[in-house]
């Protein structure tokens, strides 16, 4: 509960957590961009069923406002409830930073059974409505278990649910330990399919990141066609900023991969850095924004990809601004001096 001297403040991040419950702790997914796997560690601490739906018990009873829906039945990932290493000795020895990448270890038990049990008795409580799932869906141990997706899709969408390709290219994917995107569209298959039958109109919501290292202008072109050929039109996007104890934090600050054997020579990562590299990274995520148009064709031109300018449906942006249409005032912006990240 808010401190009461906050009185009838909103207050955006107590409006997200205040019907969500916590199932576990950490996370086995490595990816390099994020420290989860750094501060909460790798192998999962699960809660017991009865403490989460006792928790839920009390949220129905004592928080004000419920209305009977969760909203978020997860934690740093929503599916990796009693996920483990077959074997405690393994797993105690072993050295890789993730258990999913570059593919699922064949030493990981990916048996959903457990989370779609909690998932069926909590939403059996009396006065619970519906529970949503609003953390990250790891989606390529998601296929492993269709029985999961199919409950998720059945129950536990409200209309749209996220989850973080990242990308869609292997350069950026393989600095970021991230599965291919061959691996969405499975899960995409098997979300379709299962929300049909459940008579439901649904849709993913992909998350990409812009100038991650070891992103090109070229990687940036090639998902910014992609989202325009599955329609996607991304209103808020995310540019990489290197946060403390991420291994792609050391990728921005030294130029090599900690992925793989430093040497002194070679080994380079290309990083964008510059203000204007990342401006350029972003405007391809929002492709269809006029604003970008400008940017983006001195950035094709340059490529060499004046093919893409044009009206047509193979096209990315069109040659002209629209009608009436006028630049927007720069805005204002503090410069971040003591850390040296730019604006
Ligand atoms: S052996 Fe495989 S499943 Fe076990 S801890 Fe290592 S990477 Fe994870």
Redesign the pocket.
């Known amino acids: 509960m808010p401190h009461p001297s906050y009185r009838e403040a909103r207050i955006p991040a107590y409006e997200m957590i205040r019907f969500s419950i916590t199932i576990q702790r950490g996370c ?1 997914g490595g990816c390099s961009f994020c420290s989860i796997t750094e501060h909460e560690g ?2 999962i601490q699960s809660r017991s069923e009865g403490s989460i739906l006792r928790e839920i018990e009390e949220v129905r009873d004592r928080v004000p406002g419920f209305t009977g829906v969760i909203s978020d039945l997860g934690g740093p990932t929503a599916n990796m409830y009693r996920l ?4 405690r000795e ?2 105690a020895a ?3 930073p ?3 990448y570059p593919g699922i ?5 990916t048996d959903h059974s457990p989370l779609i049990g909690l998932y069926r008795k909590a939403r059996a409580l009396p006065g619970i409505k519906k529970v949503l799932i609003a953390s990250g869906v790891r989606y390529d141990l998601a296929v492993e278990s269709p029985q999961y997706v199919k409950e998720l899709a059945t129950h536990h969408v409200g209309g749209r649910l996220k989850i973080a390709p990242e990308h869609v290219r292997q350069g950026p994917l393989s600095h970021m330990m991230k599965p291919g995107i061959g691996t969405y569209d499975r899960f995409k298959e098997l979300f379709d399919r299962y929300s049909e039958q459940a008579g439901k109109e649904q849709y993913l919501i992909p998350y990409f990141i812009a100038a991650h290292p070891g992103t090109t202008d070229e990687d940036m072109m090639e998902l910014a066609l992609w989202l325009k050929r599955k329609g996607f039109r991304a209103d808020q996007v995310q540019a990489f900023l290197p946060s403390p104890m991420a291994s792609a934090t050391a990728m921005y600050h030294t130029g090599k991969s900690p992925l793989r054997k430093v040497k002194r020579q070679g080994g380079e990562v290309a990083t964008p850095k510059s203000p204007k590299v990342r401006k350029l990274h972003k405007a391809f995520l929002r492709y269809h924004d006029p604003d970008n148009w400008p940017l983006l064709r001195r950035a094709l031109e340059r490529m060499g990809r004046r093919d893409l300018i044009g009206y047509g449906e193979r096209h990315l942006i069109p040659p002209r601004q629209p009608a009436g249409w006028k630049p927007k005032e720069p805005r204002k912006r503090f410069r971040t001096q003591h850390t040296g990240l730019p604006d």
Do not use: T
């Open positions: 086995f790798r192998i483990a290493c077959k074997s393994v797993e072993c050295r890789r993730s258990c999913v270890c064949d030493n990981l038990n």
